[in-house]
């Protein structure tokens, strides 16, 4: 009766603009807003760094991809691309292996669970600069007689040899600086997991335990297949966060060479150079688009065939 | 075209947003035009104390104009030249701003945003009173883009004489470079890690610039800068294989540390030398150190002469509210007056040369006499030689020496980065 | 995964057969759980002892060691110090999260509604187009917009800058939080409101918006901890007088005279209100967290 009754009307909705007008419009703002401030501000960056405007006065000039080639060849900047993936793919590894353990420890309830899993999570909440003044310590070069921060630590409670220069290392340091950002994020991961684990449903773990399956088979046969879905989820939000780094890095070690990543390279050359920020923030968007915008598309593609 | 379309756009929306939320407002930034706003960074210790004398000295001399300070906290700098740029972009400057005198103006001059002063050097007979090589390190097409209110020297080795005593070396200074890596020698032998301390990248750019000096020479150190030295030359690749030598010297924690650390490892005696500008006494009399005993200082081996200059100045924005109160400001801070105030409060020394000496500390009356005599250099690591940029790419490069120590890799980077940037000068 | 999942229920499963054995995995477990509490909360430890201690007494060598003589060595000044320089900035960033975190909110439920609810054609793309600048690295939009705020609306540096930054950049992950909330919402409701004759801001108003509670809190925590904690804006589009705790506190951190005290306990001011909002909160903080995953 209902549906008798609501079918004309939907029919209705999906013609009328009086219907879906209003909600058009109620929408609208934002979508103007997002238009100017997310495409509209992409676009003028683009076609900075598309121009010859390294000063505030210079006129812009349409230069074509210029920018682009001086700025990809430049040794630098592949130093900083370099470091950017060295630190992503620790920082992947890192986050994803705490996580995921994290969420194995906790996934068959224990007592306490709401209390680890707060504890793990909990430096989610605060900001990457407040992380870094304390990581900044920690994270300290100096050995033997001087050693501070976990060096110091490694002294006194034993393991003396792991004592090393930390982020003041070429390529390696990029490894160091990935921990403050682990011990952030791996709580996030751990999170999704753990929700990806929880919605496994019982029967499948029953019907392999019947089977004869071993906890360790139970985990890699059934349910780690299970959470290929969250992995990918969370390998591309970890990813882009970690290519956006930047305020980690700043905090910890300003601009020093050793640990330049892209978005430290544009914070120091925007004061004097406008087009090539342009470019290097241009790069950095096309290479998190290359990550995202598939990721987008798959999700819109499986919600529509929902 | 379009800018103004999102402009207009944003503004609708922005307006619908703002009228909604009821935000409050800071006070604002401009001045009223009775007013002298001036800009700086210094907001604490000695330079604030400075700053404040120079007000204290503007207010007798001219009671009838108000002064406003804007200090800008933060990164030695940085943030507010940051303000600065953005109040000179968007028309609204202050009646004065600090700056590093030299080419670290270049940007400001190049867009038009400060004006030539040198009709106000006449006026006052700065032209006779600041060091003839000072003035020509200010001209820049024969215009001068800023008054300085004090001198800094960079190329300085400050030293713990106990430790030198114990090692059997002499407290003075050593006669050259190589003389000097030979007393890091024994000092090494001796069980000293790092006799050489020294800091994060700009603290090497430092020692490096002063390498320089010492291995090319006052005039070929400024021919660097103008074109007239070759950055490709062998007599450049011998100065970077010292500074090499040097580096090794040196502590390998240096990226995590910043100019106080280094300095204060030789105040502790973990280090015997280390090479900063004239800024360590202050820090050091905080700790109650006394000269010439806890420590000594002398110039660079093989710079003995040459006086590595960096400036604070004030600059005179082009379209300044109150431009007269501004020219008066400079009138205040190139006086007899107002550079002795300053600079006994702030630790370094005067630009001009006929104050008596004997109303400062012990460091500054011997750093006065060597101002009114040394060959003036400008300073690399502190904005007088270099544009930003290029001061940039410097530092990048000895960045990536400092965990890289190839001399081939380094000449190649300097010399691509003086190719880049040297026809911006 | 929508933004009204229940925290998912404590279930025990059984390890082996034998009960000894259970207990043995369960202490493992345990054991190693433990072990990773303590090192996630180092660096806290850290931030809490050296934050006590005095000025000078910060040697290296104990470093780690409690302020000596608790609790008469136990000292406030770095405390002090970080407060002096933190005070107005911590005000500052009230009001520019409090009012960013509620705008954009409101502006969130509206869009979800629309985008859930209340559909137009073309209503998906627009959802994703929107949904992508939550994405993008900030640094690409950072030039233009400092041109774009100052320059050409001229608005003033550091909050009002900030203030409408956030809200806008707030936006895509505030509808995708509503959109995935509003959609549990029964359809029913919404047939039945409209049977009644209810136009759309009827329909929002009467119906959809005494739901939204529980997705409001969602978004109120998780913008506020983001506008909160952010730093990146802060630097480009404010100083340190005139911008949020963040900038105030990488300065004083980064000062030139290195005062670790004070820079620890001013880490702890700036982290405190989004830690109590974490720890009053959490659950609706974990659900903001779970709904950026887009796991559908």
């Known amino acids: 009766m209902a549906d008798q009754a609501n079918r004309p009307k939907r029919r209705r909705r999906m013609h009328g603009i009086a219907t879906w007008g209003p909600g058009l419009l109620l929408i609208s703002p934002s979508i103007v807003l997002v238009g100017i401030f997310v495409y509209g501000l992409i676009g003028q960056n683009f076609q900075l760094a598309l121009s010859d405007k390294h000063t505030a006065i210079q006129p812009e000039t349409f230069i074509g991809l210029d920018n682009f080639k001086d700025l990809l060849t430049e040794d630098r900047f592949q130093h900083a691309l370099t470091n950017l993936l060295i630190y992503t793919v620790a920082f992947l590894i890192g986050t994803m292996f705490f996580g995921m353990l994290w969420a194995i420890l906790l996934e068959r309830g224990i007592r306490g669970e709401g209390i680890f899993r707060s504890i793990y999570l909990f430096p989610m909440a605060i900001s990457f600069v407040s992380a870094g003044v304390v990581w900044r310590w920690l994270l300290n070069g100096a050995q033997g007689e001087e050693a501070a921060g976990l060096n110091r630590l490694f002294q006194s409670l034993g393991p003396g040899g792991l004592q090393n220069s930390w982020w003041d290392t070429p390529n390696w340091g990029m490894v160091a600086i990935a921990m403050p950002a682990m011990w952030q994020l791996s709580g996030y991961m751990m999170a999704l997991f753990l929700a990806g684990f929880r919605s496994i449903p019982d029967e499948l773990r029953e019907a392999a335990r019947m089977d004869g399956a071993s906890e360790f088979q139970l985990y890699r046969h059934v349910l780690f297949p299970q959470l290929s879905p969250v992995a990918l989820s969370a390998l591309i939000i970890a990813g882009h966060m970690s290519l956006k780094v930047f305020d980690i890095i700043y905090v910890i070690a300003r601009n020093t060479y050793q640990v330049e990543v892209p978005a430290t390279y544009m914070w120091q050359v925007q004061t004097f150079d406008q087009a090539k920020a342009a470019t290097i923030a241009s790069v950095l968007l096309i290479v998190v688009a290359v990550l995202i915008v598939p990721y987008l598309v798959y999700n819109h593609r499986t919600e529509k065939n929902r | ?425 | 995964m929508t933004a009204t999942a229940a925290a998912p229920p404590v279930t025990k499963r059984p390890v082996g057969t034998r009960p000894s054995r259970r207990w043995i995995g369960m202490t493992v477990r345990i054991a190693l759980l433990v072990f990773f509490l303590l090192i996630v909360l180092i660096p806290v430890y850290v931030l809490l002892i050296t934050s006590f201690k005095e000025k000078g007494a910060i040697s290296a060598s104990d470093a780690w060691a409690l302020p000596s003589g608790w609790p008469w060595d136990w000292t406030t000044s770095g405390w002090s110090t970080a407060w002096d320089r933190l005070e107005a900035p911590l005000w500052r960033s009230v009001q520019l999260a409090v009012p960013g975190a509620v705008i954009a909110s409101i502006l969130g439920s509206m869009n979800g509604f629309v985008l859930s609810r209340w559909r137009f054609p073309f209503a998906n793309l627009v959802f994703i187009l929107i949904l992508f600048g939550m994405f993008i690295p900030y640094q690409a939009v950072m030039l233009p917009l400092v041109d774009l705020l100052i320059n050409d609306i001229n608005i003033e540096n550091g909050i009002p800058a900030l203030l409408l930054t956030h809200i806008v950049f707030g936006i895509p992950i505030c509808t995708l939080i509503f959109r995935n909330y509003y959609e549990t919402v029964p359809s029913d409701l919404i047939e039945a409101a409209r049977v009644d004759g209810a136009g759309m801001l009827q329909t929002y108003i009467r119906i959809i918006l005494p739901l939204s509670a529980p997705a409001f809190v969602v978004t109120l925590i998780w913008q506020f901890t983001s506008i909160w904690n952010d730093f990146l804006f802060a630097l480009f589009l404010s100083s340190e007088d005139n911008g949020p705790v963040t900038l105030a506190l990488n300065n004083l951190a980064g000062g030139q005279l290195s005062n670790y005290q004070a820079s620890m306990a001013a880490a702890l001011i700036a982290a405190f209100p989004t830690l109590i909002v974490y720890i009053v909160l959490g659950r609706f903080f974990l659900r903001g967290l779970m709904a950026g995953s887009l796991k559908g």
């Open chain 2, 1 to 425: 075209m379009r800018r103004t379309a999102l402009a207009s756009a944003a503004i609708l929306a922005a307006a619908t947003m703002l009228t909604a939320c009821g935000d409050d407002d800071d006070g604002g930034s401009s001045s009223s035009s009775g007013d002298v706003e001036i800009m700086t960074w210094w907001t604490e210790g000695g330079e604030k104390a400075g700053l404040d004398a120079l007000i204290e000295n503007f207010d007798k001399d001219y009671p009838d104009e108000t002064l406003q300070s804007t200090p800008i906290a933060g990164g030695g700098g940085s943030n507010a030249k940051k303000v600065i740029l953005q109040r000179l972009q968007t028309g609204d400057p202050p009646s004065s701003f600090q700056g590093h005198a030299g080419a670290e103006l270049l940007d400001y001059i190049n867009t038009g945003a400060i004006q030539d002063v040198s009709s106000l050097y006449e006026e006052e007979g700065w032209n006779d009173i600041f060091p003839p090589s000072l003035i020509e390190m200010l001209t820049y097409d024969g215009a001068i883009y800023s008054v300085p209110a004090n001198i800094h020297r960079a190329n300085l080795v400050w030293a713990n004489p106990s430790v030198l005593k114990d090692n059997g070396l002499p407290t003075t200074a050593p006669a050259s470079i190589d003389d000097w890596i030979d007393d890091m020698e024994t000092l090494k032998q001796g069980g000293m890690e790092a006799p050489l301390a020294i800091a994060t990248d700009w603290t090497q750019v430092q020692l490096l610039e002063t390498v320089l000096i010492a291995d090319l020479g006052p005039d070929a150190y400024t021919g660097l800068w103008d074109g007239s030295t070759d950055w490709a030359s062998s007599e450049v690749t011998d100065a970077l294989d010292d500074y090499a030598t040097l580096m090794t010297y040196t502590n390998s924690n240096r990226g995590s540390l910043d100019w106080p650390d280094s300095s204060g490892m030789v105040a502790e005696g973990e280090s015997a030398y280390t090479v900063m500008g004239d800024w360590v006494p202050a820090g050091y009399d905080v700790d109650n150190l006394v000269p010439n005993k806890d420590y000594i200082w002398f110039p660079v081996p093989g710079t003995d002469g040459v006086y590595d200059f960096l400036a604070d100045s004030f600059t005179l924005p082009v379209d300044a509210p109150n431009t007269e109160g501004a020219e008066d400001w400079l009138r205040v801070v190139g006086s007899k007056a107002g550079q002795t105030a300053f600079n006994q409060a702030k630790g370094s020394i005067p630009a001009r040369t006929d104050i008596d000496p004997s109303e400062f500390g012990v460091y500054q009356q011997s750093a006065m006499a060597d101002f009114k005599t040394d060959t003036i250099v400008p300073s690399l690591a502190h904005g007088a030689a270099a544009s930003i940029a290029w001061l940039d790419a410097i530092t990048s490069a000895v960045g990536k020496f400092s965990t890289d120590p190839d001399v081939g890799t380094l000449q190649d980077d300097l010399v691509s980065a003086a190719d880049q940037f040297a026809s911006t000068e």
